[in-house]
């Protein structure tokens, strides 16, 4: 006799075993555990239907399942308990937890499709005061890598509950993932609606207020301070200060996100972005290095200054490439930056 494949073999035991008051695939375990889901399936064939006593049966049998890591028997139970009377409504949450199942074998593409599932198919349901298809939708952040299905996500979430979620991290996401699809209009707006939460503690992403202010301001702003080549802006700036003409070098500074610092500090240190007066630091002749500083790169350039007062005299100008895709005529171009004042560490 022709042996079955092992799959049918095993789907047919797993059937055969859902109909029998004590599967013995399911009694997993030693002492206590096993005795106590001898029991429960017992009582899961005194319950038919959907009722709320099955079903309180049925997770108490998933939880069993779950504490001892009985991954593949979880996943059976309660797909059969799906597929046993599609129109169940608790089967939203059966099939979350089997998705929770394939994440916890590192199954990710599987559990995604089961969340998906769930989200897509099956009515929400609320399981201790928790909404089914916001814990789906939180599962899928996790695991979804594709920036158009993590907008749909995120929007989703936002649509849904506003009132369930940290918003201010929602929507810096939802800008990230705008981003990753080059729709800038609508990253922006959404950065916009972020910079309302300025205490949002984002993890992986500390500077997130400082970013999206910094990407906000810009778009916001004239840009008239902008040049095409770097050597047309080195020379604007070099031209200003050989000329002792404060008024004119300020028009070559950035008009937004300018800092001024030292270099021990970091460009989103409170102090390092506060305005000041660079006449009043013209106090004699500005000496300028006639070569740009060999920390220059091709995005980065820095241009050391002599002569600026007694208490700092050396100021290390910086200038960088623009990286504002939004704005294809500006995007590439260069700008001042900012300051760093004293010697820089070599």
């Known amino acids: 006799m ?10 047919a035991f797993l059937l055969l075993s859902a109909c029998s008051p004590t599967p013995s695939y399911y009694l997993v375990g030693t002492g206590s555990a096993k005795k106590e889901l001898r029991e429960l399936f017992s009582l899961l064939t005194k319950h038919k239907g959907e009722g709320e006593g099955r079903f309180v049966i049925v997770q108490r049998i998933a939880m069993g399942l ?4 009985r991954y593949g028997q979880l996943i059976s139970f309660l797909s059969l ?5 599609p129109k169940n409504p608790y089967n939203s949450y059966y099939l979350f937890l089997t998705a929770y199942a394939y994440t916890l074998q590192g199954a990710e593409p599987m559990a995604a499709a089961y ?3 769930v989200v897509k198919n099956y009515p929400d349901l609320h399981v201790h005061g928790e909404s089914i298809h916001l814990a789906c939708l939180k599962a899928l952040i996790n695991i979804e890598k594709r ?8 929007r989703e979430i936002l649509a849904r509950f506003p009132d369930k979620i940290d918003m201010g991290a929602t929507l810096f996401m939802l800008g990230r993932a705008y981003e990753k699809l080059g729709e800038w209009e609508l990253a922006i ?31 916001n702003s ?9 050597e047309d802006l080195v020379a604007a700036v070099k031209g200003a200060m050989r000329s002792m003409d404060p008024v004119r ?7 937004v996100n300018f800092f001024a610092m030292s270099w021990a500090q970091e460009e989103t240190d409170e102090n390092s972005q506060v305005g000041f007066d660079i006449s009043a630091f013209m106090v004699g002749p500005i000496r300028v290095e006639e070569e740009l500083d060999p920390l220059s790169n091709q995005s980065e350039a820095y241009l050391k200054t002599r002569g600026w007062g007694n208490r700092v005299p050396i100021w290390y100008l910086y200038f960088r490439k623009i990286n504002f895709p939004a704005n294809p005529d500006i995007h590439g171009h260069w700008e001042w930056a900012g300051i760093y004042f004293g010697e820089r560490f070599r």
């Open 222 to 230: 004239n840009k008239d301070w902008t040049f095409e080549r770097l």
């Open 66 to 69: 779950l504490e001892q890591r």
């Open 189 to 219: 707006k959404t950065y916009q609606r972020f910079t309302a939460y300025p205490e949002t503690v984002i993890p992986g992403f500390p500077e997130a207020y400082q970013y999206a202010r910094k990407i906000v301001d810009f778009s």
């Open 81 to 85: 308990q799906a597929q046993a009377d």
């Open 2 to 11: 022709r042996r079955l494949p092992s799959l049918l073999m095993l789907t």
């Open 115 to 117: 969340f998906y599932r």
């Open 147 to 154: 920036a158009e299905q993590q907008v749909d996500i995120y």
């Open 249 to 255: 070098l300020s028009r070559f500074r950035a008009g």
